[in-house]
Every structure is written in structure tokens, then in C-alpha cells.
């Protein structure tokens, strides 16, 4: 169960440095809009400080 929390948090964070902060958070904003699972696809998919954190490091090693 940790190996998989880990590797979520991974994955979050490498669309979010690839897509870019602003995309991601307007896609993850269109989720929070849509109904039923689209709510806890956002909840999930939420940029926390895990995901900003490996985003950051993406970012010092692969500048874009």
C-alpha cells in the first residue's frame, strides 16, 4: 500500500511539471466541475505539497 501511495504521488507530480502548473490546475479545476467520479478525480488528482515537491525537483533537473 505505501509502494503504491508513493508511486501516485510520483506520477501526480511528473504530469504536473511536464503539463506545467497552470494546465494542470485548469484541468484538475474542469474535473471539480463535472459530476459523480469527476469530484473525486480532482480530490485525487489535487496538486498537495508531495506532488509540488517532486514537480520542484523535476524542474532543478530538467529545466524547461
Known amino acids: ?8 504521488l510520483a506520477l501526480k507530480g511528473v504530469i504536473h ?3 506545467g502548473a497552470q494546465t494542470y490546475e485548469s484541468r484538475v479545476s474542469a474535473l471539480a466541475a463535472g459530476e459523480g467520479f ?3 478525480g480532482a480530490w485525487l488528482m489535487t496538486a498537495d505539497p508531495a506532488t509540488l515537491w517532486v514537480s520542484g525537483q523535476l524542474q532543478a533537473l530538467l529545466p524547461r
Open 38 to 40: 469527476d469530484v473525486v
Open 1 to 8: 500500500p505505501l509502494l503504491v501511495l508513493a508511486l501516485g
Open 17 to 19: 511539471y511536464y503539463v
